[in-house]
């Protein structure tokens, strides 16, 4: 009797071991799928173009190399994720958008850096901060189909007051037959628009001009 409970014991500890591998098998593969993302960029190729009468003013916009390392992973299709850098993708769009409508532009590191705003002789500082998100109606391909890219720029003066708070939304779509290798033209498009947006808003914003 002892060695019949012995045996049994024994297998139902084998049969449980093996139970519990195949579990963290399973929990290691599923976190793998979580963890892999498809690296995409979102920078803008079109951007705004230099304003034909532009105010004379001097602005600034505030990017840390922080700022520009910062990743982000949102939804692609068929269940993958895609990841991208926003800040760093945005710069050169938002950099454009207030070149069109200031005569200078210049970047400072924060906007209670006295020093390198007094440096820069900006009256404006731009500071912006993007959220977004992606999907893709398709079940058979990863590279998301619609890209929304939001953001918020608070405007501060030179002594750090603020004195506006812009919203600008930019939303692109694509089918897999535009993409051609550009798995991130959705997302470039978004930021495209969301750039277009930006000039406009200031454009109507009086405390800017």
Known sequence: MNFHSFQCRGHFSISGMARLIRILFCMAGAALLVACAHPISIEAKAVPER?????PKKAAYVMTAADRQKQVTTDGGGGDKVSYYPYR??????????????????????????????????TLIFVPEISTTSY?????TWPPTMFAFNVTVNVFDAQATSIARLRVNGNGNAEW?????????????????????????????????
């Open 51 to 55: 304003g034909v009468q532009q105010l």
């Open 89 to 122: 993708d945005f710069e050169r769009a938002l950099r454009a958008a207030l070149s069109a409508v200031y005569t200078d532009v210049s970047v400072v590191p924060s906007v209670s850096d006295v020093a390198a705003i007094r440096e820069s002789g900006a």
């Open 136 to 140: 893709s109606s398709s079940v058979l």
């Open 177 to 209: 037959e535009e993409f051609k290798g550009d798995f991130g033209l959705a997302g470039r498009r978004a930021v495209e628009a969301a750039a277009k947006a930006l000039v406009e808003e200031i454009r109507r914003t009086e405390r800017l001009l």
